[in-house]
């Protein structure tokens, strides 16, 4: 299910440039040290022009002509903290269908009733949530395609930390949208209304985000989000399926985008509004007992402080962007390079270590984070 498979085991180009680069490179005279900087860092931005373009080749399956609906599971794991314990609290059934031009987007509430693996539960622990954390990921979404009675042609996944970071891209205020996406308590039906708002949310992102005619520079911001999801879809297939909803031109017809339960509950619509999630938030939606922003934000600095001799705890943290939990911007993407530099580390296959740094550097460019993308491209230099 990992996206980055298929990114992992395609480097030949790059190591290809490599070799290139040493060949006409390695006898260089000390006098022309200039020109060899220059060279190298030409070669450098090779490295990265070739990644894209490798990203974005047709080899990596496009979708079928016959392909009239596609349909998505998408689950929102919540994972703190670098922790390896993932349960499925957001969980939406997305079908596209080219055939009528509408999107069809089923909610499935995290407390819907599910059997579990093993002896011992209490009855309270019966619920699709707990189907993933107890019974794992493969447990918990053949349980939910149960409840749906369907089974997806793809699946997405999206952690606490890349859900922060993904509200961030598209501009979206992104602490105060998770909080409007995890309230529950005000609701008098709780968490079904939670799940059917959302829905509301997607249907707000696929009615009111502009999609228009990709650039270079809109190719490696969509290389970033899809980077933050773990999907069996390529990113061929992901920049096809923006195309395709592109094409439905859903901003002039947003009752085309419908949204529906299973199973079935009597909620109120509540739409998502970015201009007044201040007013929304406030008590008793945003209750003021539990931590508060500025320690879980210390939190997160301690974990990751803490956790830097700890191999498996740097995998995890790195995978699941943990430092998109910090709102300061130095300080997310300081901690960031720490990480990244952690995971360079101990990480031995001179491939995969190219692949991590070349990405690192288009995400930094993407951002506008020129001097930590220049950052990294020493560490390319010294990879090198």
Known sequence: MNRRIFLFGTPLILFVLLVLWFVTHAST?????????????????AIIDTRLAMLTSPKYGPFKETDDVISILLIGL???????????????????????????????????????????????????SNACGIGGLEYGLAQIEKILNKQPDHIVMIGFS?????????????????????????YAIGEPQRAHNHSTFLKHLLTNTPLTETSHWQTALEYVLYNLVDTDLTFTQAQELVSMLASLQLQDSPERVELFMKPEYTIQEIPYNADQLDVVLQTPFNPADGPSDEETQQRVIDAVSAGLTDTSFVTRAFDQHLWLQLNDRATRESIHFTLLSAILEQTQDEETRQTILADYVIEMEALGESSWAEQGRSLLVQNN
């Open 78 to 128: 919540d994972t703190r903290a670098g922790s390896d314990v993932a349960h499925c609290d957001v969980i939406q059934f997305i079908e596209i269908n080219n055939t009528n031009q509408t999107v069809r987007i089923t909610a499935v509430p995290r407390g819907t009733y599910s059997p579990l693996p093993g002896t011992g539960h209490i009855p309270s622990d019966y619920y699709v």
């Open 29 to 45: 005279s000390p006098t022309n040290a200039f020109q060899q900087e220059q060279a190298l860092q030409q070669e450098i931005q």
């Open 162 to 186: 890349e859900a922060i970071g993904s509200f961030r891209l598209l501009g979206l205020p992104a602490t105060e949208t998770l909080q409007w996406l995890r309230v529950r308590q005000p």
